[in-house]
């Protein structure tokens, strides 16, 4: 699942660059050449992916804990072993991002201290709730649904190690999209206990999804260095419109109807009118919508979203409880020479 | 289902079914929560392996018996499942516990698996070939585990005997005999004394190797437990919350 | 959901010491026989046994598998990426010990196993490599003294890829029942454009 189209910090150049090297740098990446680790690279570029592939590892790492829940109460073997891997599968990205840092300087431990303290973010999808069953399917569907075209576009960035990882993580939420809209149809076609199930969670998730992509990027955005230098290379506004061109049409043919909602505290849904302003223009081939409530957006990002509380909490629990195994094992007493 | 639960065979089979099934059950609800990540994912795939180990054979009674294989899963009444209750003994997410636990159980699935492999029926005989190797790597797996962490010292040392020590009462009901619907007799009980002590021999051998001690007793053969179907309290629990979405909408398709 | 999950921890103060990262290690698989290593992943263990024991049930498991090659991070030296693809040059010999030769065929992509050659230190071992495979497909290679690396095959006393079935964990499990599903609501034309989205060599 992706993290990276959340607002990450502004990247701002130190000025001290060698403007020869940097100049060379930023051709390079304008002429479609990727970077690989020993480049030459500016200093805030370097920050900047380790920043933003520590960023989507805790966003794998946070994002394996709504979806945790349900492991144990899935309602056959078959969606319990698909669960069990798709957690799995979030948990195997999340070590392999941390690792993508850990080349550009930082420590996961460092990392997995940062994020339980709160020091660095998270995707903000993950402070939602997933009270039932249909909530899995929602994620799946369409949280995964909007990382695969988000990761896609990262998969075409232009630092090597991340694309080799994205493409590598692609391949795997293939599976959990697929997974997704396979229960998304087995409970529209079920019973009206079943439907009902599904229409809540959509009411909960849909909003959450146009959040997915970010708020719209400053109209200078390619000219800033995040997407000069291929960090990311398409607009949020572009992704969350081609998210609803895909989604809207499929959701309304399975019979869900896409409200707009209002949410309590606990981000549960109080109250829901169908959204009018969803219509097709038909010269575009775009769906015009209403936009989500930003201001609930920002909210969240600072904290004060339904589960943030929780998430860091069991985080924080894991990470300490599992202490003691990560010190027996790197205290050496255990340990065989590096190599056969 | 009442033809199922009336066969010997039939219920010494889910007897290990059942223990894979909710063994599996538990430990996948570790997924994401594992000391560390490198841990935390390979733990996560022999969760997998157990929970399709269970399928494999609950697909063999479904065969046999014309049941749907989640119906046998999901819908019996709690004192028909079979499973003992070393595997729903709750770890309280301590790591020491949860290792123990799958370790003592995997060994003794490994076994108990080879008995059932030998019986006169090619199609269980086919099914047990295809769970053993992946059941040897998992006590290979957990076994490197008891010996690094038993024997590193320290609090990691203490903290797997404290471990050993909390499972060891309950240890000896891997070894009831299944089926409370049946009339004692030595076919189910498949040689209960003779692998009781290949499996404490193995046991005791890996425990020395590791710097930890345990003592295990095998139990009255009368010993009526999880797998007669009078469960410990948490195996109600478990069954309630594994069962939970599948009640919302009895006989639907998920 | 279980009783750990659901509780609300009341943390205090500060976390307990860390734990340094243990050593670094590069895992490729093999996906069927005949077939070159290519890269899978990175992972952290403290010591080979486990480095080897962490790649088969993550990155052995991703994808069919028959075998899986492991070495230590710092036993792998690179040669510098090139911008274009790599001339062969004039480096000849064949003595020293035994290196296994890995190339990158372009910036971005997977570095994969090209074969053995013989060289007494890694320079060297780069210039034969690049000699003996530059051929005006690769951008990059990278040696690692064999016998620092670990090959485990799957077979019957170390298995990697499982014998069960394993179709719930990936998308070509759900594929055909996603399709009927659909063309039960959707025309295949409208099916069609909306699957387009998919990552479809992936499925």
Known sequence: MSGAANPVKPLEMTGNEDPDKLAEFEQRIADGVLIEPGDWMPQAYRMGMLGMAEHHANSEIIGALPEGEWITRAPSMRRKLALTAKVQDEVGHGQMLYRVSQELGKSRDDMLRDLVMGKTKYHNCFNYPAPTWGDIAMIQWLIDGAAIMNQKTLADGAYGPYVRTMNRINMEEAFHFKSGEDMVLTLMSGTRAQKQMTQDAFDRWWPVSLMFFGPADKPDAEQRPAMRWRMKVERNDSLRQRFINRFAPAAMDLGLVINIVTKDEQGLVTSTKPDEGLVLDETTGNWSFTEPDWDEFWRVIRGNGPCNAHRLSLRRFSYEQGGWVRRAIGAGSTSMPPAA | ?254 | MSKIRERQFNHDGELPPGTPDTQHWVVYTRKKEGNPFKWAGSLNAPDLELAIQFAGEHYGLDEACIAVLVHHADDRTDGPCGLEPLEPGTADGDDGSDWTVLVLPRRGGNLQEAGTIKAPDAETAIARGTRAHANGKIVQVCVVPTDRTVVITGDHDTLIWRLHDMTYKFARGYSKDVRAKWTRIRDEETYEDYRKEDIHSHF
Not at chain 2, 16 to 34: E, I, M, R
Not at chain 2, 129 to 139: A, G, H, K, T, Y
Not at chain 2, 216 to 233: D, Q
């Open chain 2, 1 to 254: 289902m009442d033809a199922m639960l009336a066969d010997p065979l039939a219920v010494l089979v889910l007897a290990h079914a059942d223990d894979k099934l909710l063994l599996g059950h538990v430990q996948s609800d570790w997924t994401g929560l594992g000391p560390l990540l490198e841990e935390d994912i390979a733990a996560s795939a022999m969760s997998q392996d157990d929970l399709s180990h269970a399928l494999i054979l609950y697909e063999f009674l479904g065969k046999r018996f014309d049941l749907d294989p989640d119906v046998i899963a999901f819908e019996r009444a709690p004192e028909d499942y079979a499973c003992c209750d070393l595997v729903t003994f709750p770890d309280e997410f301590d790591w020491a516990t949860s290792l123990v636990k799958r370790w003592l159980v995997a060994v003794f699935t490994g076994l108990g698996l080879e008995r059932l492999g030998t019986l006169d029926d090619a199609d269980l005989s086919a099914r047990c070939d295809r769970i053993m190797p992946e059941q040897r790597l998992q006590v290979a797996h957990l076994g490197n585990w008891i010996r690094r962490l038993g024997s590193a010292g320290g609090e990691s040392t203490a903290r797997m005997q404290a471990a050993v020590d909390r499972v060891a009462e309950v240890t000896g009901t891997l070894f009831e005999v299944p089926g409370h619907r049946l009339e004692e007799d030595e076919t189910y009980c498949c040689g209960r004394d003779d692998l009781f002590t290949e499996w404490n021999g193995i046991v005791q051998a890996t425990l020395a190797e590791a710097g930890l001690t345990g003592t295990f007793t095998l139990p009255e053969r009368s010993t009526v437990g999880g797998r007669r179907g009078t469960h410990a309290g948490h195996f109600t629990e478990q069954l309630t919350e594994m069962t939970e979405v599948r009640r919302v909408s009895p006989g639907a398709s998920w």
